[in-house]
C-alpha cells in the first residue's frame, strides 16, 4: 500500500538504491512459483531494511517470518563477517526454495532457517540479538514482543512491519477483524513500553523502529 500520491511515490523509489539482480531473480520466481507472492518486502523497503542493517551492523539478527527469503537477504546485507541472521517460517515448503537463494547471495552459512511456529522457536533460541524483524502472522505480534524483549541487546533494534495494516488502523474496526485489532494492541504496546523508543514511519505498509534503552 502506498500512502504517498504515485508521482512523489515513483520519485521517492527511483532516487533510491536499486535492488540487487538476486532478488529480481527471487521476485520473479516467487510470482511465478508461490501463492501470494505480495507478501514480498519489495525492492524498496527492501533497500531500506539493507541500509538500516547496514547502519546497525550486528552481530546477531532473528527474522519472524522468512516467507521466500527476500526480506532475509536485505537484512543479512548488514551483517558483521562473522555475523549471523536466523529466520523462522512456518511453512516447510518454502524452506528448499530459501535456501536456494541464500546459497546464491553468498551468505548461506551465515543464515539459519527454522521451520516451525515461532512461539514454540523463540524460547528455545539462546542467542540475544542485535535486530530483530517482525513480519509474520499479525495476532500474534505482541507475543512475539514479549518473548523477543530480554533477548534484545540494549540498544539493539525491533523493525515491525505491517503497523498500518492497510489504512485499517484508523478506520473503525469490524468485530471479526482480529488481525486489525492485534495490529492496534501491538502498536500501543510499542508506544507505552518504557523499555523501549519507538518511532513509525509511514513506508509502504507502515515500518516501525524500536530501539532498547
Not at 24 to 51: C, F
Not at 190 to 196: E, H, M
Request: aromatic content about 8%.
Amino acid at each position: 500500500m502506498h500512502f504517498l500520491p504515485e508521482a512523489l511515490d515513483y520519485y521517492v523509489v527511483t532516487h533510491s538504491e536499486q535492488e540487487p539482480e538476486l532478488l529480481q531473480q527471487l521476485t520473479r520466481e516467487t510470482y511465478q512459483k508461490v501463492l501470494q507472492p505480495i507478501m514480498l518486502s519489495g525492492p524498496y523497503q527492501g533497500r531500506v531494511l539493507s541500509m538500516i542493517a547496514k547502519l546497525v551492523r550486528p552481530d546477531s539478527i532473528l527474522e519472524l517470518g522468512t516467507f521466500t527469503g527476500y526480506s532475509t537477504l536485505c537484512l543479512a546485507e548488514g551483517l558483521t563477517k562473522d555475523g549471523q541472521i536466523h529466520t523462522i517460517d512456518i511453512n516447510e515448503e518454502l524452506h528448499d526454495f530459501q535456501r536456494k537463494y541464500f546459497d546464491k547471495s553468498g551468505l548461506g552459512s551465515q543464515i539459519i532457517q527454522y521451520v516451525g511456529n515461532a512461539l514454540d522457536i523463540i524460547p528455545r533460541l539462546t542467542q540475544t540479538f542485535d535486530l530483530v524483524f517482525i513480519d509474520a502472522d499479525k495476532p500474534n505480534y505482541s507475543n512475539y514482543f514479549h518473548l523477543i524483549i530480554n533477548k534484545l541487546n540494549p540498544g539493539g533494534i525491533i523493525l515491525s512491519d505491517n503497523v498500518l495494516w492497510h489504512g485499517k488502523v484508523v478506520e473503525p474496526v469490524e468485530e471479526k477483524d482480529v488481525s486489525t485489532k492485534a495490529v492496534l494492541e501491538y502498536n500501543a504496546l510499542l508506544k507505552n513500553d518504557d523499555r523501549i523508543e519507538t518511532v513509525m514511519l509511514p513506508i509502504r505498509d507502515g515500518l516501525t523502529i524500536s530501539r532498547r534503552k
